[in-house]
């Protein structure tokens, strides 16, 4: 594990450009990733969970195309009256702002770890934790509204087509439960930091890792955003 | 972690990132807010949309420092994604259309019934 001598991926492997550079890593016997294999097989997973977002989000696209009712107005059903001001759209706006803050501190507790410095990535990642709950609380209020006040349902609501109740409890839904697991992962990392089990371990891989699966929650909710919300 | 020595990145990269992200969003949301309608809309959502999501993947998820056998293997598969997208539209417009000539939602098929009254 401590070994002295540091060689890059590079070193080892060569640098061949673009194509020539794959058929290089894919040939020869050898292992393929020359990456942690934790990191690859959360890249692997990751791809997994775009294929079933992307799943949804079409079947939400093929719903919304296909029903003869008219669309509920996502800039109306979210609007907050705030102060007395109606603004439309404007929780989601703010849930928006809170992941980006929250991908922005996972990424520099990213970047602390290859420092090691322990107390930033500690204190970084309870903030990008604290963060996500504070999504997770927004998406509780919104739910909460939209059931009670709008009287939305998964099988029909007031203001127009049923698929709209379906496609948002589905897609928000797995999302918020995605952000939810996340906030424990980023916990329980957080906390092996500050007890030194990665400098035993001799290795501060798994804060990249965690942060790989943050940020792909924070680029689940773009796509969700600019189709749902948006569009 | 000897292997990682080579993503180590000055942190200013990631503040810039981390700034172009709130201002997009912010534009994402005017596109709303100042009820731009139609194509000028859709293309404004996906720009910024696309942007947005290369930002993450290429500078937060580190995947431009990659080798790329990873790269490839990564963001190939979902292309797929598209044939599913294409076909998914072309059937929702199929069964739109359905429903509005069996379901009379739309007078298409109404005005041709109706010419025999």
């Known amino acids: ?231 | 972690m000897a292997q990682e020595s080579a993503q180590e990145h000055p942190i200013s990269v990631y503040f810039i990132v981390w700034g172009a992200l709130f201002v997009l969003s912010a534009f994402s949301y005017m596109v709303d807010y100042l009820q731009f309608q139609g194509y000028t809309r859709w293309i404004l959502i996906l720009t910024f949309m696309w942007m947005k999501a290369g930002a993450i993947v290429a500078i937060f998820m580190h995947m431009r420092w990659e080798r790329p056998a990873l790269i490839y293997a990564i963001l190939g598969p979902p292309l797929c994604l598209l044939v599913l997208v294409g076909f998914m539209a072309v059937e929702g417009d199929f069964t739109s259309l359905t429903r509005e000539m069996f379901f009379g939602v739309s007078n298409v098929f109404d005005a041709a019934a109706g010419s025999g009254h």
Not at chain 1, 21 to 47: C, E, N, Y
Not at chain 1, 109 to 135: C, D, E, P, Q, Y
Not at chain 1, 221 to 231: M, Q
């Open chain 1, 1 to 231: 594990m401590a070994q002295e001598v540091v060689t890059t991926a590079d070193q080892t492997f060569g640098t061949k450009p673009g194509w020539e550079g794959v058929v290089a890593d894919w040939s020869s016997d050898r292992q393929t990733f020359p990456v942690h294999w934790g990191k690859a097989m959360m890249w692997i997973f990751l791809l997994s969970d775009t294929f079933i977002f992307s799943c949804f989000l079409t079947g939400y696209m093929n719903v919304r195309m296909s029903t003869t009712d008219p669309w509920p107005n996502p800039s109306e059903v979210f609007a907050l009256t705030i102060f007395g001001n109606h603004i439309p759209l404007i929780l989601i706006a703010i849930m928006t702002f809170v992941l980006i803050s929250s991908s922005g501190t996972m990424a520099m507790a990213v970047n602390f770890s290859h420092r090691r410095n322990k107390k930033a990535i500690f204190w970084l990642m309870i903030a990008t934790a604290m963060f996500g709950a504070t999504f997770v609380g927004m998406q509780a209020f919104e739910w909460t509204k939209l059931i009670v006040e709008e009287g939305v349902r998964p099988w029909g609501n007031p203001m127009g087509a049923a698929q709209f109740g379906s496609s948002f409890f589905m897609i928000t839904g797995f999302h918020g439960m995605h952000v939810s697991a996340g906030v424990i992962y980023l916990l329980v990392v957080a906390n092996r930091v500050r007890t030194g089990f990665y400098d035993r371990k001799g290795s501060y891989d798994t804060v990249e890792i965690a942060g790989l699966y943050w940020h792909f929650v924070d680029l689940v909710w773009v796509f969700i955003f600019a189709f749902f919300y948006l569009w």
